[in-house]
């Protein structure tokens, strides 16, 4: 059955690769970006610009664009990361980390809630590096920190929208080779089919779990 999907962050990297990936599949997809790339152009995709996740007049715009059209599936993939290590912290890039990696997807969520049907889903692309279990080397503060934050912000959302059967996965890609990671890591098209895949898998019994893209669960 075709599904209408938005995902944020569409202009490159794993964002892209979704797109295409949906795309393949005949689903309706809405791309939302700050600014289209070339190659998101090329897709058949509704393209949504102008929309910067950190603020509330974006998110604004978006949902005048959706006007009432329902969503099937929500991947919150917009996201930024920025190395800092101790000592030498920059708090105002540690700000903008949170505001894009953890209000972001809560900000897009909240906007969108009256546009979710009954059953739909929600993916978080989070990232072990907001584990707590996991973090065996320090540093990167900002990216740690807004990523365990998105996590908690994911297992509210799957408590609070449980009673609509909306489920709610906080995924973690791996490291990918897009320009975010230097373009070191995994090839993102290969990334991007087992994403489709765990989310094609998302219920309810699956809702408010932390896992790697390769199916195992991650320790909070």
């Known amino acids: 059955m075709t599904e209408h999907v938005l995902i944020t962050g569409a202009n490159r990297g794993i964002g892209l690769a979704l797109c295409q990936r949906y795309c393949d599949r005949q689903d309706r997809v809405t791309a939302v970006c700050r600014e289209a790339s070339p190659e998101l152009r090329e897709l058949p995709v509704n393209i949504i610009g102008g929309v910067d996740v950190r603020a509330g007049t974006g998110v604004d715009r978006l949902v005048t664009e959706l006007e009432e059209t329902p969503i099937d599936l929500l991947i919150n993939n917009a996201g930024i990361l920025h190395s800092d290590r101790w000592p ?41 590096m907001g584990s707590i279990g996991d973090n065996t080397s320090g540093g990167y503060y900002g990216y740690r920190m807004s990523k365990s934050a998105v996590n908690m912000a994911g297992m509210s959302l799957h408590h609070d929208l449980s009673g609509r059967g909306i489920s709610v996965l906080m995924l973690h890609p791996g490291p990918v080779a897009t320009e975010m990671t230097d373009h070191q890591g995994a090839d993102v098209d290969a990334v991007a089919a087992r994403i489709v895949e765990r989310l094609d898998e998302l219920g309810q019994d699956k809702s408010g779990t932390f896992v790697h893209v390769e199916n195992y669960p991650l320790p909070w």
Not at 94 to 120: K, M, Y
Request: charge should be neutral.
């Open 88 to 128: 030498d912290l920059d708090f105002e890039s540690i700000e903008e980390q949170f505001r894009v990696n953890a209000l972001g997807p809560l900000r897009v969520t909240h906007g969108l809630r009256n546009l979710l049907r009954d059953g739909s889903r929600i993916c978080i692309m989070t990232s072990r």
